[in-house]
């Protein structure tokens, strides 16, 4: 074989074997395209996955973002009870302090000497007895003492005082109301039996003192009564010193036997006719006056009772009948303050 076909067979050869390489390489690139292809597909199903995820996970975020939303509120309208509350329990804590001052102040009342004969001023209400089955004045300040023969009855509101007209009386003590200097007010609901409006005598409702002779004469008195003038069933007030001078006032015959009727009388202090005031049923009636007038000055005795005179041990004039919810002011009530006792609205100042 010539020299130059030999050469092309090694050429010829030469090429075909560099074409199988190519081949060899081909389906080994092949191969490799392959393998990426689902390298890539598992990656691509990787990334739907964490995508899928993240929606899931901003989804969550929204919520949690709504319900720290609603929680931010819930607070605001928490810090704003809590403001709301602690406005209340200021107003309650300066209550408080009011409510202890007080009791403070009727424990200083309560507390004061039993010998010392003057309470202090109270420029309102100094006493109330209710009759609810007891004497005990409910201001708390001058518990009353009733005598053997008072009982118990149906009263205005709840109990009321039962008097015999004979024996029977409540006795006050000393209120701080001595001279016809002082203004006072006297309230009370009173239901008397037929022989207290018919008979001619003087039957006391509330009395401080008396003006019967040997009780004490030249010392203050004063007393609201039932008594006879133009007729039974007149109110009659009086103002003096024992058996020795007296202002006297009476109205005309109001009182029904049997019936409850509230009593009002005001005294502001002047020493004159028209400084003395009475009321039945709330409506101002007019008075005439009697006896020998403001004519001079009394010695001072605070002595009170309901149901009959007081001067020491000594009693008269008493109410057969009973008495219900009686009050003393040391001061004048006014005409509003009257029709508020007589509705049934207490009145602690005037």
């Known amino acids: 074989m010539e020299k130059s076909q030999k050469v092309s067979l090694i050429a010829m050869a030469i090429a075909l074997f560099s074409i199988g390489l190519l081949l060899v390489n081909n389906l080994s690139l092949q191969s490799d395209l392959r393998n990426l292809n689902m390298k890539l597909s598992e990656q691509s199903e990787i990334l739907k996955s964490s995508n899928s995820e993240l929606q899931t996970s901003h989804a969550l975020i929204e919520s949690q973002n709504e319900h720290i939303t609603k929680i931010d509120h819930l607070i605001s309208i928490q810090n704003e009870s809590i403001f709301q509350l602690g406005h209340i329990t200021s107003i309650q804590n300066e209550s408080i302090t009011q409510l202890q001052d007080k009791i403070r102040s009727i424990d200083n009342r309560t507390n004061s000497p039993v010998n010392n004969p003057v309470p202090p001023k109270s420029l309102g209400l100094v006493g109330w007895w209710s009759g609810d089955g007891h004497a005990t004045d409910s201001t708390g300040i001058h518990p009353g003492t009733i005598s053997d023969s008072v009982t ?35 309230t009370s609901w009173i239901k008397p039996d037929l022989t207290t409006v018919k008979d001619t005598l003087s039957h006391r409702i509330v009395a401080e003192g008396a003006n019967t002779t040997g009780f004490g004469n030249g010392e203050f008195f004063t007393n609201i009564s039932l008594a006879s003038f133009k007729g039974p069933g ?67 005795r605070d002595e009170w009772s309901i149901g009959a005179d007081s001067s020491g041990s000594n009693h008269s004039y008493f109410f057969a009948g009973s008495i219900d919810e009686t009050k003393i002011f040391d001061c004048v009530l006014t005409y509003t303050g009257i029709q508020e006792e007589f509705h049934g609205h207490s009145v602690n100042k005037c």
């Open 234 to 300: 007149a109110i009659e007030v009086q103002i003096g010193a024992t058996q020795t001078w007296s202002q006297e006032e009476f109205t005309n015959p109001v009182i029904t036997p049997g019936k409850w009727t509230f009593v009002a009388v005001t005294y502001d202090g002047s020493k004159t006719p028209d400084g003395i005031k009475v009321y039945v049923d709330g409506i101002k009636q007019a008075t005439v006056s009697a006896g020998s007038g403001f004519t001079g000055t009394s010695i001072p």
């Open 152 to 186: 118990f009855t149906s009263g205005k509101l709840g109990l009321a005082f039962s008097l015999n007209g004979i024996d029977s009386y409540v006795s006050l003590g000393a209120l701080g109301i001595n001279n016809e200097n002082n203004a006072f007010s006297i």
